[in-house]
């Protein structure tokens, strides 16, 4: 018995609003449409109460009466501005090259990527979702590194199949979660990069209780095991707006 799951209109709709956003982003120069991004993402911090509320929340338990609570706000208004230009830059993956990357990222210590692509075991780029971890991972794609990622996939099947063309810009590869062990240890064997982003509480990977802001917090260790079974180095990696 064959079974068809109807599309709900809401996310239809959704999705075709922000094609039409996305469009216009597009077709505008890059850093007038970061600004806009910005602007995108402090309007979004106002609309979505619940995020903005579980935002403030996290940055209580983290800094408690050590900050006060109008710069909690500030902080927190500054994530969504820093995600609303994230996706501006997303949405302009297609404009990066090689000939105009270096006027719009500046690295320090790539001579470390290439110690250890030398020794002929791969590399685990450790990173966070901090800045813009997608555009890290473009950059050492556009750079010519052989560079593979580990992403989730989103709920929303519209959103995923964008998303995942957009990732697969400049000769990304993307793995997800559910990839196998055996699969991950083949691309660090071919001696590529793999690029992992452990500082979110996943159920469904294995982890330890490591003290982060004075509370214990869920971290993968997914990174370690794959450093003690293949041998391959842990290089920690950030991008900073």
Known sequence: MAVMAKKKPRRIVIFLLFRCIAFLIYILPLRLAVRIGAQLGRWTFYILRREQGLALGNLERAFGNSSSFGERRILAKGVFENLGKNLAEMISLPKFNKGNIDSYITCRGLEVIDRVIREGKGGIILSAHFGNWELLAHYLAIKGYLINVIARRIRMEQFESFLSALRKRHGLSVLY?????????????????????????????????????????????????????????????????
């Open 177 to 241: 979660r559910d990839t196998s062990a055996k699969e991950v240890i083949a691309v660090l064997k071919r001696n590529e990069l793999l690029g992992i982003m452990p500082d979110q509480d996943m159920d469904s990977v294995s982890g330890v209780f490591v003290d982060f802001f004075g509370r214990p917090a869920y971290t993968p260790t997914g990174p370690a095991v794959l450093n003690l079974l293949a041998g391959t180095p842990i290089i920690p990696c950030f991008i900073i707006r």
